[in-house]
């Protein structure tokens, strides 16, 4: 199992000493689920960047205008998938 020493302030501290308590959990315990929980709901490694090419391979009846306009709305939704994922908010301890 992988090790990880990490330095927070003594406010954010304090904070994490409450919510452990709280939880009944050591701080490696509750550090551990919360790094959990803030990856989990990520896409697997390559799924985004892979997206617009299998849907250029689809076998289906679509014209070259709607397979276009399909890959244009699979990158606008990658975009938009990533762009929020990078303002998403901290996990508040």
Known sequence: MAQLA???DDQ???????AVTTAGKSKSKWVAEAIKH????QWPDG????AGNRVGEMDTDYGKEDLK?????????E???????????????
Not at 12 to 18: G, I, M, N, Q
Not at 47 to 50: A, G, T, V
């Open 47 to 50: 799924f985004l960047e892979n």
């Open 12 to 18: 954010l501290a304090e904070r994490l000493d409450k």
């Open 6 to 8: 990490i330095y927070i």
């Open 79 to 93: 975009e938009a998938i990533l762009k929020s994922r990078k303002n998403r908010a901290d996990l508040e301890l």
């Open 38 to 41: 803030s990856l989990q709901d």
């Open 69 to 77: 306009m399909l890959k244009e709305g699979v990158a606008e939704m």
